[in-house]
């Protein structure tokens, strides 16, 4: 892969690859680059930034490039390594909990190189897989080095030489890197999924129990040992720590249910490619949930009202 800045030599005489070309690469990008900060916000940035860099060359050292593919992801790899490393400091100053931006059902832009560079079948992951919440949850616990190189080798099966390009060490190290990454997702996979279409039963069985404020119902759809856990970035009102237990879940669940009665709708969504629920006031999305489930039952919800994450569910913006 080639490095950031552009090297003269032979092909430099080449036609230029033209607008389309280049900007077909976007797609990609972004999927790589939300995969990599969790932020669709600061993806789009990040690949706004990485043409701004492409563009502010000139024809010649563009002409240059053998592979301007390769350039741009190069170039948007080591911009999220960086912003990686200042998120972690942003965080400490963020109100509550930090949670993966959201996504919505058609913003999954599911078409990049296939998934599962792993020697190990049951270490591949899917492009479906890795926008999952609790994936992009499990992602959040890597170091951004870590997270780089797991990323663009295991989801997207770019070599290690690739990826020793944009991490700055050797390929040895990245597949090291990687390797740790692949520890801490295969524990987090230590257990079997329901079907998707038994999961979205649940979380309506959940709605549903929720909606009626049936404490006992909503206990049942509860693991015992659940975790709830909410992201309002000090913007929207959210429940700074997590809930823990299933029957702490349930009472607040209903509680909130009457808080909010003949206000608010609640709808049944896809979120990061899971069945998930979104709550709106005036047709304006207020909030919305994305669950785990194991052993028919919820393990896990996120709760985002952070409006800025928010955006793409109410304007429906790609």
Same mark, same amino acid.
């Given at each position: 892969m080639p490095s950031e800045t552009a090297r003269p030599g032979p092909g430099r005489d080449r036609p230029d690859p033209g607008l389309d070309a280049i900007m077909s690469e976007r797609r990609q990008l972004l999927n790589v680059a939300y995969r990599l900060l969790g932020s669709l916000a600061d993806a789009e940035d990040t690949v706004q930034e990485t043409y701004a860099r492409w563009y502010a060359m000139s024809q010649e050292q563009r002409d240059a490039i053998e592979s301007p593919g390769a350039w741009l992801t190069t170039v948007a790899g080591r911009i999220c390594l960086n912003l990686l490393g200042s998120a972690r400091a942003r965080r400490e100053t963020y109100v509550g909990e930090w949670i993966p931006e959201p996504l919505p059902e058609r913003t999954e832009w599911i078409d990049g190189r296939p998934g599962g560079a792993a020697t190990d079948p049951a270490d591949q992951v899917t492009l479906d897989e890795s926008v999952s919440m609790a994936f992009l949850v499990v992602l959040e616990s890597m170091t951004p080095a870590e997270r780089?190189?797991?990323?663009?080798?295991?989801?997207?099966?770019?070599?290690?030489?690739?990826?020793?390009?944009?991490?700055?060490?050797?390929?040895?190290?990245?597949?090291?890197?990687?390797?740790?990454?692949?520890?801490?997702?295969?524990?987090?996979? &230590? !257990?079997?999924?329901?079907?998707? #279409?038994?999961?979205?039963?649940?979380?309506?069985?959940? =709605?549903?129990?929720?909606? $009626? %404020?049936?404490?006992?119902?909503?206990?049942?759809?509860?693991?015992?040992?659940?975790?709830?856990?909410?992201?309002?970035?000090?913007?929207?009102?959210?429940?700074?720590?997590?809930?823990?237990?299933?029957?702490?879940?349930?009472?607040?669940?209903?509680?909130? &249910? !009457?808080?909010?009665?003949?206000? #608010?709708?609640?709808?049944?969504?896809?979120?990061?490619? =899971?069945?998930?629920?979104? $709550? %709106?006031?005036?047709?304006?999305?207020?909030?919305?949930?994305?669950?785990d489930v194991a052993a028919d039952r919820i393990t896990r919800i996120w709760v985002i009202t952070n409006p800025e994450k928010l955006r793409h569910w109410t304007t429906g913006r790609p």
């Open positions: 780089v190189a797991f990323v663009l080798h295991d989801v997207f099966s770019h070599s290690f030489a690739e990826v020793a390009e944009i991490v700055g060490r050797t390929p040895g190290a990245c597949r090291q890197l990687a390797s740790s990454a692949r520890r801490r997702v295969r524990a987090s996979r &230590a !257990r079997l999924d329901p079907p998707v #279409r038994r999961q979205a039963d649940i979380v309506r069985d959940f =709605r549903r129990a929720w909606e $009626a %404020q049936d404490i006992d119902a909503l206990i049942g759809l509860l693991d015992p040992d659940a975790t709830a856990t909410a992201d309002g970035g000090g913007l929207a009102t959210a429940f700074l720590h997590p809930i823990e237990g299933g029957e702490q879940i349930a009472h607040a669940w209903a509680e909130l &249910a !009457r808080r909010a009665a003949g206000s #608010r709708t609640l709808l049944e969504r896809t979120v990061n490619g =899971r069945p998930g629920l979104v $709550a %709106q006031r005036d047709g304006v999305t207020t909030t919305v949930l994305a669950f």
